[in-house]
């Protein structure tokens, strides 16, 4: 019989050019010394005044992921970033984000947004065992900019599933609502890992999770304090809105995760 040894993950998503909350996830990741790889989960850029060396600290962890909304659409120079709002002041900002955003990446960023996948799928048996799937998408299997919030009914869950093809072991992750989760549903396990730039359930602390497989699934999530003083400074002496810098202090807005998702 072969002896299986569990797989450890990282999972990081939702940076939003935070590049001070990102160098603090990586550094806390190194330190637990027992994480066989780190994925991203998409929206590298936006809201923050470091999208170069946000992605180029992604770039040389040599950090594999797919394409947030906010990735895609700033590749496409799209009219808008794929944003919901839930008032005309977050709709204004979430505009004056995007347009700062797309005037400031450079070429090569770009294009290294343009080249992320939507989907990636992780095999922690190898590709030639049979066993669970970890299936990686920003919002949803369907599409990256849809909300896939905990008070999704099970059924949402399990038709998320069935277009991912997913079935009994294998584990859906995903961030853009900036809250984590964690539920099984039919023996499928679905996992929003949450936002390391830009949390929004009233913790400001950058956030992660850690998915170790082994038979069963373990779910961590890692909150991780870091220089949000630095962060805050660094939206105030840009063009980005303030607005922002507040946000981070206040961990978003401390209310429910619903529907609604928010500007991401």
């Not at 849809?146 to 277009?163: E, G, V």
Request: charge should be negative; include cysteine.
């Amino acid at each position: 019989m072969i002896r299986r040894t569990p797989m450890r993950y990282a999972l990081i998503s939702d940076i939003h050019a935070n590049l001070p909350a990102l160098q603090a996830v990586l550094a806390s990741i190194a330190a637990r010394g027992d994480v066989d790889a780190t994925y991203h989960l998409g929206d590298l850029v936006g809201y923050a005044p470091w999208p170069h060396e946000s992605v180029d600290t992604i770039r040389a962890a040599g950090i594999a992921g797919v394409a947030g909304n906010y990735d895609s659409t700033v590749a496409a120079d799209y009219k808008h970033c794929g944003c919901k709002y839930e008032d005309a002041r977050q709709e204004e900002l979430s505009h004056l984000s995007y347009a700062w955003t797309r005037e400031h990446v450079s070429r090569e960023t770009k294009a290294f947004l343009a080249a992320l996948p939507f989907r990636l799928d992780l095999r922690p048996n190898g590709g030639h065992a049979p066993g669970p799937r970890v299936i990686l998408v920003h919002g949803t299997p369907t599409l990256n900019t849809l909300y896939w919030t905990a008070d999704r009914p099970d059924d949402f869950c399990l038709k998320m599933a069935a277009q991912a093809g997913a079935s009994a072991g294998d584990v859906i992750c995903f961030g853009h609502t900036h809250v984590p989760w964690h539920r099984e549903v039919g023996g499928i396990h679905f996992v929003n890992t949450g936002s390391v730039g830009r949390p929004k359930d009233g913790d400001w602390r950058a956030g992660y999770v850690v998915l170790t497989v082994d038979g069963s699934v373990l779910v961590e999530v890692v909150r991780v304090e870091y220089d949000v003083e630095r962060a805050m400074e660094g939206i105030r002496q840009s063009e980005l809105p303030d607005d922002f810098a507040d946000q981070l202090r206040r961990g978003g807005s401390p209310r429910p995760d619903t529907n609604t998702g928010g500007d991401t």
